[in-house]
């Protein structure tokens, strides 16, 4: 398993929440172990304590975002930082899948993790991850997507650097809403230009009078 796959952890943990639509997933313990994926043996480790304590990693990993999406690398390091120091994890070498008919091992790099709890444990690989998506990437890979009213979180791995929202629903909607917008604009212009017009045909005549 790559390391960069735990970034995805921090992503899926942010976007529980979408502040913008009053909305919170992360209400349940199960809600709490769904975020772990399937067959993981961290999630077994899940109590009640573990939702309130998931929702203040998860607000730290938000603000990561956040300063990211604002351009403050500085301030997306530090506060990335802060989180790694508080939720260490040990890097081992793992041989889970086989590479040759001889079954032999297919060595990667596993973040293992010695939590007291699920939060401690789900907050170490999460941060860990993200922290080599930032160095491996840039900060400005780090984004909220622009879709109004989604402030959803995201992980730009786009060959430019071009991407602005979390999903193709967010960016196909957001196109529409420009679009209408555009077309309202040049709808008011032309009505203004019209109306221009008639009034200077107006005046023409009243002097022609």
Known sequence: MELAYYSDYAVRLVNSEEPARNKDSLTSVDAVRDLFGPNSTAARRATDADVTRFRS?????RAVFEAADG?????????????????????????HDHRDEDNRPLWHMHLADHPSNATAGYAAIASMGLAFHL???????LGICEATPCRNAYLDTSTNRSRRYCSDRCATRANVAAY???KREEADRSHSTGRTAESAQSSALNGER
């Open 180 to 182: 209408r917008a555009r």
């Open 71 to 95: 351009g403050d690398e500085t301030l997306a390091v530090d506060l990335l930082n802060s989180l790694l120091l508080e939720f260490p994890v040990s890097p081992q070498i793992s041989g």
């Open 135 to 141: 160095t491996e990437h840039g900060v400005e890979r």
């Open 57 to 61: 990693v998860r607000a730290r990993l």
